[in-house]
């Protein structure tokens, strides 16, 4: 675990940005209560939430009990994101809005428990390790995106509580003080203005610390075309890649070339993702590979096979370039 003056960083996860003063042991008990109860929790919450039928009493719920976890952990941007929806659902006027946002919310909520999950079972104590600047650049992203969040809502003292909380962990960005200065004296049609360009930079420093190291193969199986053309499109800046509709394919692929990593759908016909990960997994040559599943099926049990499978990551379709490009370049770099 990376220590600093003002976080830790918990067990190789990024994001989970742990205070000093925290007991370390009773925050592993709440990463390892994350890990078990988020999985049923985000199906609850889209099950209840439904177009057709939306349960507010239900939603609310689940979204406090969502809520609670979240700031046991620490993950103060999704944190906000939650409370966000869930303000926004029970107002008719932004229940577009809470609908907007849901299934990001829910897909990076996934993501981060996968991630948490993988950390808990490496039996890693965290001593040592750096977290990425790429991963580092990501996080901040997003938590720019939720102070602009905060903006759009009004809620500028919250605004001003988590901007204070960033500049502390990016002492070398001069703009955040600059920002820090604006929302002080009130001036908030140029505090949102620095926010956004703040946004921009760092999402298109994602790009550019992922690197363009086309050396790097990314294997990518789908059988609808559309994805295939998405990842190829989000990607094809940075790696070379290999876009095949079928596990078969994909076999017949590795006979003959070496992926750096392995990019899968799950639900396909004739075979599906998971088995096709487990014979890649049974090769010796790449049962280190990193193999993320991108999937539109998010349901407890596809996450508990896909963690048996020893995957890196899961990423619920559908997603966005910046995030998938995020999630490969944290294995590729």
Not at 297 to 307: F, K, L, P
Request: with cysteine; aromatic share 8%; glycine share 4%.
């Amino acid at each position: 675990m990376k220590t600093d003056n003002t976080v830790r960083y918990y067990n190789y996860i990024p994001g989970l940005w742990v205070p000093n003063t925290a007991k370390y042991d009773q925050t592993d008990s709440d990463i390892n209560e994350f890990i078990d109860t988020v999985p049923q929790l985000t199906e609850t919450i889209e099950n209840t939430f439904a177009e057709v039928m939306f349960k507010e009493v239900l939603f609310t719920d689940a979204m406090d009990k969502m809520l609670t976890l979240l700031e046991k952990v620490y993950a103060s941007g999704l944190e906000s994101d939650a409370k966000r929806i869930r303000d926004s659902a029970i107002d008719d006027s932004k229940i577009a809005v809470a609908r907007k946002m849901l299934k990001p919310f829910i897909t990076e909520i996934l993501s981060l428990s996968v991630r948490m999950q993988k950390a808990q079972n490496s039996g890693k104590s965290g001593a040592g390790r750096n977290v990425s600047k790429i991963e580092l650049h990501a996080e901040m992203a997003r938590n720019i995106l939720t102070v602009c969040n905060y903006f759009a809502d009004g809620e500028f003292e919250k605004a001003n509580v988590m901007i204070k909380g960033l500049s502390e962990h990016d002492s070398e960005e001069p703009a955040y003080f600059k920002l820090i200065n604006l929302i002080t004296a009130k001036k908030y049609t140029e505090a949102i203005k620095t926010i956004n360009e703040l946004r921009e930079k760092h999402i298109e420093a994602i790009a550019n610390l992922a690197g363009s190291d086309f050396t790097k193969i990314v294997l990518t199986v789908d059988d609808m075309p559309e994805m295939l053309s998405f990842v190829n499109n989000a990607l094809k800046n940075n790696y070379k890649i290999i876009a095949v509709p079928s596990a078969k394919a994909a076999l017949n692929v590795i006979k003959t070339q070496k992926p750096d990593l392995f990019l899968l759908d799950i639900d396909m016909p004739e075979m599906d993702g998971f088995e096709l990960a487990g014979i890649i997994r049974s090769n010796e040559e790449f049962e280190k590979t990193p193999l993320v599943f991108l999937t539109g099926n998010s349901t407890r049990d596809h996450i508990t096979v896909a963690m048996a499978l020893n995957c890196n990551d899961f990423i619920v379709k559908p997603t966005t370039y910046e995030y998938l490009l995020t999630i490969v370049g944290k294995y590729l770099g």
